[in-house]
């Protein structure tokens, strides 16, 4: 870390201790509840601060096709380190969120249009319930996409997400979400979700470049809400004492998008500046929870107008949009002693005419152990990545979770 980051997080972290002597209330708390959680004298604020860190070990082999496994690879990393701050601003029904990311990992990207600097900048979003069970977002936060990605990374069942999320996903975007929920009677949850967004991912400050992304999604959930927010939380870890599931599908659009996965991947570039297409990104998700065990589904497809970026004289550039489809199913049971045991199966395969990958399918199997629930765990997984016509490859992961 450099002494401009030094300097920085020295800074706000006394500014941050400054306020203790205008509180009304600085709440004691309990590991995994924040560092801390402070309210306003006058009671018109509120804050509660928040640290996560994953350390991660990694293991590859390669399969020469004679049964060898060849060509080890290994590393240690800091995964994520994340600092969040969240709470409310002069009313609770105006509430904000902050996540900064401080590792490698998750300040890498920068590029002319991030202003050449880190991608400090996770989440920053207002959300203000304006009316009944209505919510206005603004600001810079996840778009309402497939369920595993909205998933906090220090939720998951297993180390990391799936092969679908890194090929399908939409990420984060800057604009607007309005949210809305009701009840068809009997406990049956609606949620409907809408943003309008700036289309080509996070931190971005140079103009728009493209048009627009669009995205809508419907959630149903039959049997009403799952414990604890439990619908974006992987694994059964607060043993649903009923049957819950959720059902939701998205769809996307990016207008004249100029990258290669929609929002995300890399910039088209062509002799007229940007290889401009419609990108539309449809997902179909689930998530079942009871009694400690728990299955997620999704599937993704992905497709675009003019897939082939081209020149002004209709000769490729040699860049191409990321289209095809993705299933991704993940199961697991947590018994009494907090141990879990999990299996997911994912299957990819983009057009080959024009992309030219062949399909790739992963085996993964995973074991938890839930010390402090997802605040404090170790999680350690072995997958197999079969490529058609391509060399497999064996990977084992061991990764530790705190969250303060």
């Not at 996903?169 to 809408?194: P, S, T, W």
């Not at 049971?333 to 907090?338: E, G, S």
């Not at 938890?368 to 990977?395: A, C, P, R, W």
Request: aromatic share 14%; glycine share 8%; net charge positive.
């Amino acid at each position: 870390m450099d002494i401009k980051k030094l300097a920085l997080l020295g800074s706000f972290f006394l500014f941050v201790c400054t306020q203790f002597s205008y509180t009304q209330e600085i709440s004691p708390t309990k590991f995994g509840n924040g560092l801390l959680n402070m309210v306003g004298r006058d009671s018109t604020w509120s804050m509660k601060m928040g640290l996560r860190i994953q350390l991660l070990s990694n293991f590859s082999w390669t399969d020469d096709a004679k049964n060898n496994l060849v060509d080890p690879e290994q590393n240690f990393l800091v995964r994520r380190a994340r600092l969040k701050f969240n709470g409310f601003a002069y009313s609770p029904k105006l509430k904000y969120k902050i996540e900064l990311g401080l590792s490698n990992r998750d300040i890498s990207g920068s590029s002319e249009f991030t202003g050449n600097t880190p991608r400090y900048i996770l989440d920053a979003v207002v959300m203000w319930n304006f009316y009944q069970n209505f919510e206005l977002w603004f600001g810079q936060t996840k778009l309402p996409g497939n369920i595993e990605r909205v998933i906090s990374s220090g939720n998951l069942q297993q180390v990391d997400r799936s092969l679908l999320n890194s090929n399908f996903n939409i990420d984060r975007d800057m604009g607007f979400q309005l949210r809305h929920h009701f009840y068809l009677g009997n406990g049956f949850l609606v949620r409907e979700k809408f943003a309008l967004s700036q289309g080509e991912g996070r931190n971005v400050t140079e103009g728009n470049l493209g048009g627009h992304q669009y995205t809508t999604r419907l959630e149903l959930l039959p049997f009403g809400k799952f414990t604890k927010k439990g619908d974006y939380k992987a694994g059964d870890l607060d043993r649903e004492e009923t049957p819950k599931l959720m059902f939701g599908v998205t769809y996307d659009l990016n207008n004249n998008a100029v990258k290669t996965r929609s929002n995300m991947g890399k910039y088209m570039f062509n002799d007229t500046g940007f290889h401009k297409t419609n990108i539309s990104t449809f997902f179909m998700d689930l998530m079942f929870k009871y009694n400690g065990f728990s299955f997620m589904g999704e599937y993704a497809y992905r497709d675009a107008d003019n897939p082939i970026a081209v020149h002004s004289d209709n000769t490729e550039t040699g860049a191409v949009v990321q289209v095809g489809n993705g299933l991704n199913l993940q199961s697991g049971y947590l018994f009494k002693n907090n141990w879990e045991v999990s299996a997911r199966y994912t299957h990819i395969k983009l057009d080959h005419d024009i992309t030219g990958k062949n399909p790739e399918t992963q085996y993964t199997a995973g074991l938890s152990k839930y010390i402090v629930g997802h605040k404090l765990k170790v999680q350690t997984d072995l997958s197999y990545l079969n490529k058609v016509e391509g060399f497999d490859t064996l990977i084992y992961r061991l990764q530790v979770d705190v969250h303060f």
